[in-house]
């Protein structure tokens, strides 16, 4: 996974009203947990916003109490009006104990579908998969080379060495389908057609 880094400093109390009175400062209240104990913390809220809106899952080297503490993000919240950050979880990593993680799904290759009409549906934009955090990718890749209109590729399909894709094998991925432009292209195709065969017909 990618890295990157955050700074924390210790929450002096716990509850809505404290939590209140950081999120008016800009601060996000959260708490870190993952080795038996809870530690709670605030962080700026711009820092961890731009983490939210970039797609990468990232490794966080998060800086608290003097120490640099190696973890994932399990959880944030986001106010329903204003979509601000309003909790975030942090998950320790510890070595030898594996984690769950949603890592982001992409696409490699060209489908013969599209440069034929037609266009890539996602079903999944990011997969839950369960490793240790060595052997945690960026991301997972979906081979879309073979993928005609129609086709469709599964869980089944993708490998990630070392990892446990939490899903079925036979949930779908990604699926090529057919868009409106092409196919009132062909229904104006088989109408010429059969105005052809009328015309031949009549002679």
Not at 129 to 158: C, F, K, M, Q, W
């Amino acid at each position: 996974m990618k890295i990157a880094s955050l700074s924390g400093s210790p929450r002096e109390s716990v509850g809505k009203k404290d939590a209140s009175q950081l999120r008016q400062n800009y601060r996000v209240p959260g708490v870190m947990y993952g080795t038996g104990s809870q530690e709670h913390f605030s962080i700026p809220e711009l820092e961890i916003t731009k983490l939210v809106v970039n797609p990468d899952v990232f490794q966080i080297k998060f800086e608290f109490n003097g120490k640099t503490h190696d973890c994932v993000i399990q959880e944030i919240q986001f106010h329903p009006v204003t979509d601000r950050v309003i909790h975030l979880d942090l998950l320790q990593v510890v070595e030898g104990k594996p984690m769950r993680v949603e890592l982001p799904l992409r696409t490699t290759g060209v489908s013969p579908g599209v440069m034929n009409g037609g266009r890539i549906q996602m079903l999944f934009r990011r997969i839950p998969v369960r490793g240790l955090a060595v052997d945690l990718p960026e991301e997972i890749l979906v081979n879309i080379d073979s993928l005609d209109i129609g086709d469709n590729a599964r869980v089944g399909d993708i490998d990630v060495p070392n990892c446990e894709v939490l899903l079925n094998d036979s949930a779908l991925l990604v699926a090529v389908k057919r868009t409106r432009a092409a196919m009132s292209a062909d229904a104006e195709v088989e109408e010429e057609g059969q105005a052809a065969a009328s015309d031949d017909s009549a002679a």
